[in-house]
């Protein structure tokens, strides 16, 4: 056989053994919106319509009870790799330690999907925001993304690479690990979304299935997007946060998210009542709202386009889509705080006719998030409901479930072990010469075809720490703690199932409860070491 011959079959060889692959394995697109509240959606009983994604949630399944991390780097690091955050590395966000637990990046004590997604032949690629570490050893590059484009930092304008942190003054991106510049003119959710479009084409081409995660930077703060996505919402939030709240709490009723004889928590303290503002301060409020329901909007039309490059390219049926948020509503308000707030008011301008601008920086603050977080006890940053519920919807050829609900208890933990499930990959003991920690979530690859089949029994404990604020979950029984210092007087007790909102705090009525689910507590809090660790130097 001449060497031409040998070579040309060779490569015969590896295009069918790629076609093989790329009919056997699903492509999975995972789609993380930021700070999206519970009901923002209107499939989860939202008025900003978002077609789009309805469509996605007719085709699948949506899940009224699942549960991420509060804030959103800690999301991000235990969704990638189906672990507690102190033991990926993010028992604090943005606090950068020697301390275990708390090294501000990704640990090496856990694998994330995409390096074991490879292992299986798959591309994987992400667009958008990193928030796991600004060192080179920590970028996306070295966790398994064949391709990158992504914000390292929490939050950053939407329009260009100006910082919107105060430090840094210039927003950092990198590309493939290399760093990058902002394009002149882009908008953040049209980018990511423009270079995740050419990751799948470029998949396609190599007859590759993908891991693709497209991690949103929408609807962050600062509330800016084009007037031809806010512009339609423009006089719909006359009635204010208020009615809002109390629509929302209908309208996830309505949609069947939670039961008709669920009660509306008492309000967060620190919010004024929308009576008692001026006119000037509810035109403000107003336009705060409309420019992100125009946010949402631009999100869900960008998720259409990922949509539709899928169907164009015939993979459509072949994917697994997953959409969630990473925590609950963003109650930020930076232009008000004592170190944000100076630096802000001297480098942004918020006058009412430049709102939503490049070079404005608005938040919704804790009125409307607490709207969007109904109806659940306050916001992102709590470890009570509306804080740690968020909305997931997944869809594929490989979910027999059309336009279904579930509402049984599940955990961000769980996305991984699903994917392995659903890809046949064995988890590791050992990754690069480190010893990793074993799954702490469960497959839902059964509730694809079976709605009665139960992920986790009574006796699953989910547990989190972050800043002092905790939580644990047992059954239908939660322990809180909402209140500095951490200490045992501070935890409350709740019965989710009778009262979602967290209204009553049953301890003392149920002191045998409270006092096994203590012991739940410092079981897990010896485990994963939970501590208040000293920030290095320079570190916040």
Known sequence: MSRYLSKYIGILVLLFHGWIQSQSQPNILLILADDLAFTD???????????????????????????????????????????????????????????????????????????????????????????????????????????SFVMLEGAANHYNNVGVLREPAISPYTENGQQTEWPKGAYSTDLYTDKLLSYIEQAHSNNSPFFGFAAYTSPHWPLQVDERHWKKFEGNYKGGYDSLRIARFKGAIKAGLISENAQLPARFPEVVSWKNLSTQEKKIEERKMELYAGMVDNLDYNVGRLITKLKELGIYEDTIIMFMSDNGAAAEDFVNHSYFGPYIKQHFDNNYNNMGQPDSYVSYGPQWAEAGSAPFKYFKGYTTEGGMRAPLIISGLQI????????????????????????????????????????????????????????????????????????????????????SPLDFKNFELYNIKSDPGESVNIRRLHPNKFESLMLEWEAFSKEVGVVTPTPKSGAH
């Open 400 to 483: 027999k479930r059309s336009n279904s609900l579930e509402t049984q208890f599940l955990t961000l933990m769980d996305i991984a072990p699903t994917l392995y499930d659903l890809l046949e990959i064995s988890y590791p003991s050992e990754y690069n010469s480190h010893e990793i920690e074993a799954l702490k979530g469960a497959s839902l690859l059964p509730l694809f075809k079976d709605d009665t089949i139960k992920i986790h029994d009574e006796n699953y404990v989910f547990a989190l720490e972050h800043r002092g604020y905790t939580m644990l979950r047992k059954g239908d029984w939660k322990l809180v703690n909402i209140h």
């Open 41 to 147: 959606m209107s499939c989860f009983g939202g008025e900003i319509p978002t077609p789009n994604l309805d469509k996605i949630a007719s085709q699948g399944i949506r899940f009224s009870q699942f549960h991420t991390a509060p804030y959103c780097a800690v999301t991000r690091a235990m969704v990638l790799t189906g672990n507690n955050n102190h033991v990926a590395g993010m028992g604090s966000q943005d606090l950068r330690t020697n301390v275990e637990g708390y090294e501000g990046h990704l640990s090496n004590r856990v694998v994330t999907i995409p390096q074991l997604l490879k292992t299986k032949g798959f591309s994987t690629f992400m667009a958008g925001k990193w928030h796991l570490g600004t060192q080179v050893e920590d970028n996306p590059h070295h966790k398994g993304f064949d391709k």
